[in-house]
């Protein structure tokens, strides 16, 4: 990959690489920045088949990070800094991550087991001192190039290792069937670097295309998203469905407004209305892509606009076969439905660690005509069209999308058994404004309190969202989290996720006892967040997500209280400080201050615990190991 990478920084080396905003770094500075990471990842001993930790905020340097563990001969692997702590330890022992390259702001936060870091900017002195030419690292096509975390259905994260020739060969894949041999596009770095969708974007500049690194806050908000878009007159957007449909709502394609001539769609299935209004959005074109990370991102694409009446998620690109197989892999005629199974030199080498799980899911390809070939069972539905194009028809396990991201529903179910306090628990997902949200019911133990008293059973409904936090990615947090007496069974003794009830209907908020803003901040915080949230109103307990509250709810909330209290927030901290008490008390009295208050709530309390003991850890020195 950085091979690639290195041709296109000599081809065009003034031509800019990455750009965020006002800042930019051309194709020879990245070239000579990722360069010279390499070479201190190289003296701390990064060779192939090491897995370096890369925990970073949005910066045109994140690139830097990604491009010079690559050309150490390391391998990649992204973790979110808005990731629980629980969570990043279990990445970081499970990869064996024993260097992170990361920056002071993260660092800083304790955040990071031990180990070495790199920051990208408190290090950039001993970094600007290193040779500017990449070592050669001696890496080859089958050596790991990068490992993707996703969600497990055995309660755990599981980690897809893919090696750099199925990555080298995607970027000739979407050259061929995407991007059609144009060159020097803005193409838009939408998705999180832990998320596979940020392959496909990142690896544009293996091709010599320009990235657009879309701000956090622009990404979470169509209505800002959009006014990026037309800023930055971008010529490939790339975006789940979810903010699709929110930038037609904004007016994307309505006036003369600009519009990008290509948009990528993929992480989850276009409803027919969206597809409708794509397949007639003037002066772009809409390709709908498929595919999962175990073979390298996308596998299928197809134009909108040359199937308009029907969605569908094309045919196989360059490289990748597609089988619909049944009983036995039995391949099925066409308009037969069966699993899709996916072959090709795309195909990941497997799950971190988990040599059954790989067995399981990454088999013998009976069709490849290769001793040795594989193939990857998707555990997703389809069947071939009679015009030859796949049509995707659901999933056959318990593996959901929301808002384009992927979730086992097992993994937050099993979360929430681990609880002492819960005899059971189920994950489903519900419909509420058109847009699926994530729901969890549990069963609490008999001897449990909130076995009968209401304040009792708002307290253990707390303890729960608190414990999931603590473990889980905001994304895998259900909005609600409600008691049942039982969860309901089909005849087969599986749970019957169609007879749970309604979430809303138990719970339209968390019932803690109300307490009312003492002062002008926690009024000011309370009264934005009624109005963000639609509620009639917000005790200085309340949390701004157990409210209901979404990433796009938090985009809202950030601006206007922006408008109200000034630029004294980052967004990061909205996630940081989720009561009106927690972030009245930041406000007044600074960030490295904890906020006092008469009566915090318990999960205030361990809240303010957990950072005060972040804090006291020993700050290590620039590039140092941690203790």
Request: overall charge negative.
């Amino acid at each position: 990959l950085h091979d690639l990478f290195a041709e296109q920084a000599a081809r065009v080396p003034d031509r800019p690489a990455v750009v965020m905003g006002p800042r930019s770094l051309t194709f020879a500075e990245l070239d000579a920045l990722s360069g010279r990471v390499a070479q201190l990842l190289r003296g701390l001993g990064v060779r192939p088949e090491t897995r370096v930790g890369l925990c970073v905020e949005r910066s045109p340097e994140m690139l830097a990070g990604v491009l010079g563990i690559l050309r150490s001969g390391g391998v990649l692997v992204p973790v979110d800094p808005l990731y629980p702590a629980d969570r990043v330890a279990y990445v970081a022992a499970e990869a064996g991550i024993e260097t992170w390259v990361t920056q002071a702001s993260v660092r800083d936060r304790g955040l990071l087991p031990a180990g070495r870091t790199v920051c990208l900017d408190a290090d950039r002195e001993r970094i600007d001192a290193m040779p500017a030419a990449a070592p050669d690292p001696g890496t080859l096509p089958a050596h790991a190039a990068y490992v993707i975390y996703t969600s497990g259905s055995t309660g755990r994260p599981k980690g897809v290792v893919v090696q750099h020739g199925s990555a080298a060969n995607l970027v000739h894949a979407l050259d061929e069937a995407v991007y059609r041999g144009r060159d020097g596009l803005r193409v838009s770095l939408n998705a999180p670097l832990v998320f596979d969708g940020a392959v496909k974007q990142w690896v544009q500049l293996l091709r010599g295309h320009t990235l657009h690194v879309v701000p956090e806050p622009e990404r979470m908000s169509p209505e800002r998203m959009l006014a990026w878009v037309r800023a930055t007159g971008i010529d490939v957007l790339d975006c789940t469905p979810t903010l699709l449909k929110g930038l037609l709502a904004e007016g994307l394609g309505d006036g003369p407004g600009h519009v990008p001539g290509t948009i990528l769609s993929g992480g989850e299935a276009l409803d027919a209305g969206t597809w409708a209004r794509l397949a007639a959005l003037p002066g772009a074109e809409t390709v709908n892509v498929y595919g999962p990370t175990e073979c390298t991102v996308d596998a299928t694409a197809g134009s909108v606009r040359d199937h308009p009446h029907a969605p569908t998620i094309g045919r196989p690109i360059p490289g990748t076969r597609v089988y619909v197989l049944r009983d036995g892999y039995r391949a099925v005629p066409f308009g037969v439905a069966g699993e899709l199974c996916l072959a090709g030199p795309r195909v990941a080498r497997g799950y971190l660690g988990d040599p059954a799980r790989t067995a399981e899911k990454f088999v013998p390809d009976p069709y490849g005509g290769v001793p040795g070939a594989r193939m990857y069972r998707t555990g997703d539905q389809g069947r071939f069209a009679e015009g030859g194009e796949l049509e995707f028809l659901g999933r056959t396990d318990q593996q959901v999308k929301v808002r384009g991201v992927r979730i086992e529903l097992g993994e937050v179910e099993g979360v929430l058994r681990e609880h002492p306090r819960v005899a059971d628990a189920v994950a489903s997902v519900f419909e509420a404004e058109g847009e699926a949200q994530l729901a969890a019911w549990f069963v609490p133990r008999p001897d449990a309190p909130g076995s009968g008293d209401g304040g009792d059973e708002d307290a253990l409904q707390g303890e729960l969202r608190d414990w999931l936090r603590s473990r889980l990615p905001e994304f895998m947090v259900p909005a609600m989290v409600v008691p049942v007496a039982g969860v309901p069974l089909t005849r087969s003794g599986k749970a019957d996720r169609g007879a749970l009830p309604d979430p809303r209907e138990l719970q339209r908020k968390r019932r803690a006892a109300y307490v009312a803003p003492a002062s002008e901040v926690e009024d000011a915080i309370a009264r934005v967040w009624q109005e963000v949230l639609g509620v009639e109103r917000v005790g200085i307990h309340d949390n701004f997500f157990d409210l209901g509250g979404n990433s796009l709810l938090v985009v809202q909330a950030y601006e206007r209280l922006t408008e109200t209290v000034g630029e004294k927030l980052t967004l990061v901290e909205l996630f940081q400080y989720p009561t009106v008490t927690l972030l009245a008390g930041r406000l007044s009295a600074g960030a490295e201050t904890a906020p006092q208050a008469a009566a915090l709530t318990q999960a205030e309390a361990r809240a303010l615990k957990q950072r005060e003991a972040m804090q006291r850890q020993r700050r290590p020195s620039a590039g140092g190991t941690r203790g």
